[in-house]
């Protein structure tokens, strides 16, 4: 009510973003329907807490490919720094859960800013190549430094405080979900935040048309960098989780199927609506959960069937399509 | 007398290792205004992108406000004061016309509320997408988003073009306005001869890249031979 009388008169950009940021009450319906899993799924939490993070992860990725317009193929080597950051910690005497958090972020996005400092400059296939030459780099120095990650084996060894010192892990994933779904939900706030920003306008100014964008003032590398460097440092945030939900750390958190695997989430979910990421998660680890247990062998080939049909037939993905459907029936209801 | 406000010389661009422009020298006072004049091909929209900072610098001086901007990348040159409405408008698909208004703000007299005033249809449309708007809405967008960055002095290329007859009164009017009520300077690109000489102090006409003829409007408005050799559309519907 008071946006709305704002928007008549003055319409202060505030007052812009006031309504464009308005909670609407599918959201409310979306992060109830996933806390309800406690309840309704109890022997599913483990896979619960592997999706929450997966779509923390893709939501990562969404700032650069869905708001910026840059692909990546290796968004796993941020998710594996904190991975390894998290784990490490909890593996030699940095016990607490939060700070453990922190401080994955802090990595994953340190090095991501030196390496957009790098991929600031480029587009396209520069883009992934480079990006793909980032995570094939890491991958190969966490095999090679087996006395820190533990190799092939893994990390082992990863001990964690309970989380705020109240809650410990049980078996069951309670505590795991519980904790990955709350921090999942602090960062998507953050990102809604930043995409209904001024930043988060002239990142979808530089997806849309890089070169207009200087002519409005504005420095297109330092907002790359920027989104780049917070993109990564919510990758590893993601990674981080992983490490701690599960008290281990293996190789594939760094591997090329994991950037591979992300990127398709996204596209499936719906690139650019920040739900696309946990929706397109939910489908891809509940459809791999499944299929894998019919065909172990064989259940990638209906992932990249789905994945064909959802790109060639339903932009936007799960979310896109969802979201026209309901605007069809909507007005169709509202013209009777 | 004070410095111009742009001044140009000897300048010399192009894209890659091809040279469109060949030694352009030209100048404006604060507060005034150029119409460049010339068929299709000789240089007027490169013109443009040379002094926003998209081409090939080669050799030559920009210098705007007193500061050097030659080698300065586009966005020091948006921030400095120049604006730009480009030919092909330009305007970003899926921003709202609010989000347009919103992303390229600068501090200045020109608001988003004198800017709707400006353009009462862009406040009607406020709400839609970029890619919602007709082409004549996009052209007074593209203006507008140049306008709330408040700028010194605005780079237009052929804003009529492509407009109904109707929208070309309207576009016309308001850039006339923008110029004579509001002082701002422009650099007008224009195959609408007239309409642009009208507008305008003074007036270049480039030919295959290079200067053929500077002097005031006024002048060249009288002279049929020159507009005929080298610009060719005398009449506009409109203006």
Redesign the interface.
């Known amino acids: 009510m008071v946006s709305r009388a704002m928007v008549t008169e003055a319409a202060s950009p505030r007052a812009i973003f006031a309504e464009h940021e308005r909670w609407r009450w599918p959201e409310t319906v979306f992060w109830l329907a996933a806390l309800s899993v406690v309840y309704l799924f109890p022997e599913y939490l483990t896979l619960a807490s592997q999706v929450v993070i997966s779509g923390l992860f893709a939501l990562s990725l969404d700032l650069l490919l869905g708001y910026t317009g840059m692909a990546s193929l290796g968004h796993a080597a941020f998710f594996g720094l904190g991975a390894y950051t998290a784990g490490l910690l909890g593996k030699h005497g940095w016990h607490e859960p939060l700070s453990g958090l922190v401080v994955a972020g802090l990595v994953a996005g340190a090095v991501g800013l030196v390496c957009s400092l790098v991929i600031a400059r480029l587009q396209s296939i520069a883009l992934l190549m480079v990006t793909l030459g980032i995570g094939v780099m890491l991958h190969e120095g966490a095999n090679q430094a087996q006395s820190l990650t533990g190799g092939d084996d893994g990390l082992q060894g990863v001990d964690i405080a309970p989380v705020l010192g109240l809650f410990d892990w049980d078996i069951f994933g309670r505590t795991a979900f519980l904790y990955a779904l709350a921090i999942a939900f602090l960062c998507f706030l953050a990102a809604r935040r930043l995409v209904h920003s001024p930043f988060g306008l002239s990142l979808r100014g530089i997806k849309e048309n890089t070169k207009r964008v200087p002519s409005l003032g504005i420095k297109v590398r330092s907002r790359v960098i920027a989104i780049f460097t917070i993109s990564a440092a919510l990758a590893g945030v993601a990674g981080g989780l992983l490490a701690q939900t599960t008290q281990f750390v293996g190789l594939e958190v760094l591997s090329f199927d994991r950037s591979a695997g992300v990127l398709i989430m996204l596209v499936l979910g719906g690139a650019g609506t920040l739900y696309g990421a946990f929706v397109g998660a939910a489908l891809f680890m509940i459809a791999k959960d499944f299929l894998s247990a019919s065909d172990p062998v064989y259940w990638y080939f209906w992932i990249g069937l789905l994945l064909c049909v959802v790109v060639a037939f339903g932009k936007g993905g799960v979310v896109g399509v969802t979201t026209r459907a309901w605007a069809a029936i909507f007005r169709r209801g509202g013209a009777k | 007398m004070s410095e111009a406000l742009l001044d140009v010389r000897g300048l010399t661009a192009g894209y890659g290792d091809a040279v469109v422009l060949d030694d352009i020298g030209f100048s404006i006072p604060a507060g005034g205004s150029l119409a460049v004049l010339g068929r299709n091909g000789t240089g007027k929209s490169t013109l443009m992108l040379t002094l ?3 081409t090939r610098h080669r050799a030559g001086t920009i210098r705007f406000r007193g500061t050097e901007i030659a080698g300065a ?3 020091r040159r ?2 400095l004061g120049l ?2 409405v ?1 030919q092909e408008r ?1 305007v ?4 709202t016309v ?2 347009h208004l ?5 501090k200045g007299p020109w608001t ?2 004198r800017v709707f005033q400006f353009f009462p249809r862009l406040e009607e449309r ?1 709400r839609n997408m970029g890619n919602q708007l007709s082409g004549g809405e996009q052209q007074m967008l593209a203006i507008a ?1 140049a306008l709330i ?1 408040n700028p010194t002095l605005i780079l237009l290329d052929e804003p009529l073009e492509g407009l109904a007859p109707v929208v070309v009164a309207e576009v016309a009017e308001a850039i006339r306005r923008m110029m004579q009520e509001e002082g701002l300077s422009i650099v007008l690109v224009e195959q609408h001869a007239e309409f642009a000489l009208r507008l305008t102090d003074r007036a270049i006409i480039l030919d295959r890249g290079r200067l053929v003829h500077e002097g005031p409007s006024a002048a060249l408005l009288e002279s049929n031979d020159l507009i005929d050799r080298y610009v060719g559309v005398r009449v506009i519907e409109a203006s």
Do not use: N, T
């Not at chain 2, 970003?92 to 921003?95: D, I, N, Q, T, V």
């Not at chain 2, 919103?102 to 600068?106: E, H, L, Q, S």
């Open positions: 926003m900072g998209h990348p586009p966005h948006a921030r604006g730009w480009p330009e970003f698909p899926s921003l609010d989000e919103i992303v390229g703000a600068k988003r509320q406020r988003r960055a």
